[in-house]
Nanobody, 124 residues
Framework: QVQLVESGGGLVQAGGSLRLSCAAS????????MGWFRQAPGKERDFVAR????????TYADSVKGRFTISRDNAKNTVYLQMNSLKPEDTAVYYC?????????????????WGQGAQVTVSS
């Protein structure tokens, strides 16, 4: 059974930092690109960041570039999202994803697996 389990969400003040983790099990995550999407209340689910299976290439949404860093540890089947300089507009449920697309920024419909989501709330 495939599982992506996020952890590390919470409440933080603007300007603060959080690190999300996503532990993958039930499939060979080494052959999948891993990433993060987020969804704020009343809004669509949006791409945040993605890292290829080798870790050699990363892609970020313009809104988080320079503030967020995605990384992975294939030995632990875990992907991380370090979020710095957080803003209230970063408040959302963050979803871990896995895909095998050749695209750098696959859309929602191309994602193979989703986590259950982790709430991140940034207060002003």
């Amino acid at each position: 059974q495939v599982q992506l389990v996020e952890s590390g969400g919470g409440l933080v003040q603007a300007g603060g930092s959080l690190r999300l983790s996503c532990a993958a099990s039930g499939f060979t995550s080494n052959y999948y690109a891993m990433g993060w999407f987020r969804q704020a209340p009343g809004k669509e689910r949006d791409f945040v960041a993605r890292i290829t299976w080798s870790g050699g290439s990363t892609t970020y949404a313009d809104s988080v570039k320079g503030r967020f860093t995605i990384s992975r540890d294939n030995a632990k089947n875990t992907v991380y999202l370090q979020m710095n300089s957080l803003k209230p507009e970063d408040t959302a449920v963050y979803y871990c994803t896995a895909d095998r697309q050749p695209l750098l920024r696959p859309g929602v419909k191309y994602i193979d697996y989703w986590g259950q989501g982790a709430q991140v709330t940034v207060s002003s």
